[in-house]
C-alpha cells in the first residue's frame, strides 16, 4: 500500500537534512508512490549517504577552497577589459577582478551598478530616459560650447537649446549652479539667446585660465560619480546601467526600485545594505568572475571565503591587512609576508607561540595535527610468558 | 528618504533578533559560548533597523543555493 502524501511528509520533514534534500525527498516519494517500508528504507539510506557526504570535523576545509580556487584561478586570462556583453559598459574581470574581489578594495576599478525601475516607470522609455538624466552627472561641456575670450577677461557659453529641453535643465539653474559652486560672476546674455557670460572676480589671465578649467568639473544635474547611464530593455521591463557607482545617492530617487538595485562596489554594498548583503554580494560577485571565464569552481568554497571575510561584522580582505594579519600565531603571520618584521616586533613584545596550528608546526617541522598526524596509536606491549 | 523596509532586498536575507531560550539551544548544540559566534556591528543597516541592541543575537535565515535556507547567527557588537 502507497502512503499518502500527508504520511510522507511527517516523515520526512523533521529528518536533519537541508531543506533542498528534504524538499526534493518528499517530492520523489510522493511521485514515485512507496510504501512504508521503502520509505524508511529510502530514508535510511539518504541519511547513510548524507553523512558520508558531510565534511568532517577538524577538517582542513581551509586549504581545500584555497587549492579549489586557486587551481582555476591560474587557468584565467589577464585580461583585464571585457565588454561583459551588459550595455557596452567596461567592466573588470578575470583574474584582475578576483584579486579585487579577495582584497576587499574601497572602490572597484570599475565601478558599475544595475538600477532596477519601479512600476511606472520600468515599462515606458520615456520615463526611463528621465531617470537616466537625473542620476548621470551633467558637466557644462554636454549642453554646450565654452569660449575663452580673452580680450574682454570672460567665458562665454553657448548652450545648445535641444539639449537643455531634453535633459530638463534652465539657462537660469545653470548661471545659479555656476554662481554657487564657484563664487564668481555669472550673467545671462541680454543679446543672444542661451548664451551665458562668466567673469572671474579677478580679471587676471591666471584666474580666468583656471575658471576655464574648474567650471568643466561642476555637476549641474545628477549624481557626481555617475560618468554614464545606459538603458537597456531585458525581458520586458527597462533597466538602467550606470558607469560608476554612487549607491546611497540613486536609492534617493523617486522610481528606483530600492529593492533590486544592485552595485558591484562591495565596500558600498556594506555601509548600504549591512554584512549579510556584502558576503552575498562577495559571493555573487566571485561566482559571476569565475563563471565568465568557463570556470566552475564550487560554490561551497566561495561561500567559506566569503563568511571568513565578513565573520567579524566588517568586511576584511584576505591578505596582510585582513585575514592573514590576524592570526594569533607569529609564526603563521611571518610566514604569509612581511616576515621580519613579524619576528622582530614578537621578539621585542615576548610574544608566545603555542603550536597549535597548520603553519607554525610545518615551519618548525613537527607533524601537524591533522589527518594521519592527528592519530597517535596506543598499544599494550605483551609481557613475556603470557599468551596474547 | 523614502520610507522601504531594506530587509525587503534582494541580496538581504531575513534577520530576527534570537530570544534567549533559543541562543541556549544554539549555544549547547555548538557547545560554544556567545563571544564565539561570528559578529555583526551594531553601526549596521540591518541591526538598526530590527532594533537589536549590543549582546543580543541575531538569527539570520539565508537563501543558500547549495542547502535551500542555512540558519546562520551573529552576535552584535559595538
Same mark, same amino acid.
Given at each position: 500500500m502507497?502512503?499518502s502524501?500527508a504520511t510522507i511528509?511527517s516523515?520526512v520533514d523533521d529528518l ?10 518528499k517530492e520523489d516519494a510522493?511521485k514515485?508512490?512507496?510504501?512504508k517500508?521503502e520509505?524508511?528504507?529510502i *530514508?535510511?539510506q539518504?541519511?547513510?549517504n548524507? $553523512?558520508y557526504?558531510?565534511?568532517?570535523p577538524?577538517e582542513?576545509?581551509g586549504v581545500?577552497? %584555497?587549492?579549489?580556487i586557486?587551481?582555476p584561478g591560474t587557468?584565467m586570462?589577464?585580461?583585464t577589459?571585457?565588454y ?6 567596461n567592466?573588470?574581470? $578575470?583574474?584582475?577582478?578576483?584579486i579585487?574581489?579577495v582584497d %576587499?578594495r574601497?572602490?572597484?576599478?570599475t ?5 532596477a525601475?519601479e512600476?511606472?516607470?520600468s515599462?515606458s ?10 542620476i548621470?552627472?551633467t ?9 575663452t575670450?580673452?580680450?574682454?577677461m570672460?567665458l562665454v557659453v553657448d ?9 530638463? *535643465?534652465?539657462? =537660469?539653474g545653470? %548661471?545659479g549652479?555656476?554662481r =554657487? ?5 555669472v550673467?545671462?546674455?541680454?543679446e543672444v539667446?542661451y548664451?551665458i557670460?562668466?567673469?572671474?572676480n579677478?580679471?587676471? &589671465?591666471r584666474e580666468l585660465l ?8 561642476v ?6 560619480g555617475?560618468k554614464r547611464v545606459v538603458i537597456?530593455k531585458?525581458?520586458?521591463? &527597462? ?9 546611497n ?6 522610481g ?5 538595485? &544592485?552595485t558591484?562596489? *562591495? ?8 554584512i549579510?548583503a ?5 559571493v555573487?560577485?566571485?561566482?559571476d568572475?569565475?563563471?565568465e571565464?568557463g570556470l566552475?569552481?564550487?560554490?561551497r568554497h566561495i561561500?567559506?571565503?566569503a563568511d571568513?571575510?565578513?565573520c567579524?561584522?566588517?568586511v ?6 585582513g ?6 600565531s607569529?609564526?603563521?603571520? %611571518?610566514?604569509f609576508?612581511?616576515?621580519v618584521n613579524h ?5 621585542i613584545r615576548g610574544?608566545?607561540d603555542?603550536?597549535n ?11 601537524i595535527?591533522?589527518g594521519t598526524g =592527528?592519530?597517535?596509536?596506543?598499544a599494550?606491549k605483551p609481557?613475556?610468558g603470557?599468551?596474547? | ?8 532586498h534582494e541580496l538581504?536575507p #531575513?534577520?530576527?533578533?534570537l530570544a534567549?531560550d ?7 548544540? +555548538?557547545q560554544?559560548?556567545k563571544e564565539?559566534?561570528?559578529k555583526? #556591528? ?6 538598526q533597523?530590527?532594533g537589536?541592541?549590543?549582546g543580543?543575537?541575531?538569527k539570520?535565515i539565508r #537563501? ?7 540558519? +546562520?547567527y551573529?552576535?552584535?557588537i #559595538?
Amino acid at each position: 500500500m502507497t502512503l499518502s502524501e500527508a504520511t510522507i511528509n511527517s516523515m520526512v520533514d523533521d529528518l536533519p537534512l537541508p531543506q533542498n534534500m528534504v524538499n526534493t525527498l518528499k517530492e520523489d516519494a510522493i511521485k514515485a508512490g512507496v510504501t512504508k517500508k521503502e520509505l524508511e528504507e529510502i *530514508i535510511q539510506q539518504v541519511m547513510d549517504n548524507y $553523512g558520508y557526504a558531510c565534511v568532517e570535523p577538524c577538517e582542513a576545509v581551509g586549504v581545500v577552497s %584555497a587549492q579549489s580556487i586557486g587551481e582555476p584561478g591560474t587557468q584565467m586570462t589577464m585580461r583585464t577589459f571585457h565588454y561583459a556583453g551588459v550595455a557596452e559598459i567596461n567592466v573588470t574581470l $578575470g583574474l584582475p577582478r578576483l584579486i579585487e574581489i579577495v582584497d %576587499a578594495r574601497k572602490t572597484p576599478s570599475t565601478p558599475m551598478m544595475t538600477v532596477a525601475l519601479e512600476e511606472g516607470y520600468s515599462d515606458s522609455r520615456d520615463e526611463a530616459r528621465k531617470l537616466a538624466w537625473q542620476i548621470e552627472a551633467t558637466h557644462i561641456g554636454h549642453l554646450g560650447d565654452v569660449t575663452t575670450d580673452l580680450a574682454q577677461m570672460q567665458l562665454v557659453v553657448d548652450l545648445h537649446e535641444k539639449t537643455l529641453t531634453q535633459r530638463d *535643465i534652465s539657462v =537660469d539653474g545653470i %548661471a545659479g549652479i555656476i554662481r =554657487d559652486k564657484l563664487n564668481v560672476l555669472v550673467k545671462i546674455s541680454e543679446e543672444v539667446d542661451y548664451q551665458i557670460i562668466i567673469q572671474p572676480n579677478q580679471p587676471s &589671465y591666471r584666474e580666468l585660465l583656471q575658471l576655464a578649467k574648474n567650471i568643466h568639473n561642476v555637476t549641474l544635474k545628477g549624481i557626481e560619480g555617475i560618468k554614464r547611464v545606459v538603458i537597456r530593455k531585458d525581458s520586458d521591463e &527597462y533597466t538602467l546601467y550606470t558607469e560608476g557607482s554612487e549607491l546611497n545617492e540613486v536609492l534617493k530617487i523617486d522610481g528606483v526600485d530600492v529593492t533590486r538595485t &544592485y552595485t558591484n562596489n *562591495i565596500a558600498e554594498i556594506y555601509e548600504v545594505f549591512g554584512i549579510e548583503a556584502a558576503r552575498n554580494a562577495l559571493v555573487k560577485e566571485a561566482m559571476d568572475t569565475l563563471s565568465e571565464q568557463g570556470l566552475n569552481v564550487d560554490i561551497r568554497h566561495i561561500m567559506l571565503v566569503a563568511d571568513i571575510m565578513t565573520c567579524d561584522g566588517e568586511v576584511k580582505q584576505i591578505g596582510r591587512h585582513g585575514i592573514s594579519g590576524e592570526k594569533a600565531s607569529v609564526f603563521a603571520r %611571518a610566514a604569509f609576508e612581511v616576515t621580519v618584521n613579524h619576528l622582530l616586533d614578537a621578539g621585542i613584545r615576548g610574544d608566545v607561540d603555542e603550536l597549535n596550528g597548520v603553519t607554525e608546526n610545518i615551519i618548525i617541522g613537527q607533524p601537524i595535527k591533522l589527518g594521519t598526524g =592527528d592519530v597517535h596509536l596506543v598499544a599494550t606491549k605483551p609481557v613475556k610468558g603470557e599468551s596474547v | 528618504m523614502r520610507n522601504i523596509s531594506l530587509l525587503d532586498h534582494e541580496l538581504i536575507p #531575513k534577520h530576527e533578533i534570537l530570544a534567549t531560550d533559543e541562543l541556549q539551544t544554539v549555544l549547547n548544540h +555548538y557547545q560554544i559560548d556567545k563571544e564565539q559566534l561570528p559578529k555583526i #556591528k551594531s553601526s549596521d543597516p540591518i541591526i538598526q533597523e530590527i532594533g537589536a541592541l549590543e549582546g543580543d543575537v541575531v538569527k539570520i535565515i539565508r #537563501k543558500s543555493q547549495t542547502a535551500g535556507e542555512g540558519l +546562520y547567527y551573529r552576535l552584535v557588537i #559595538k
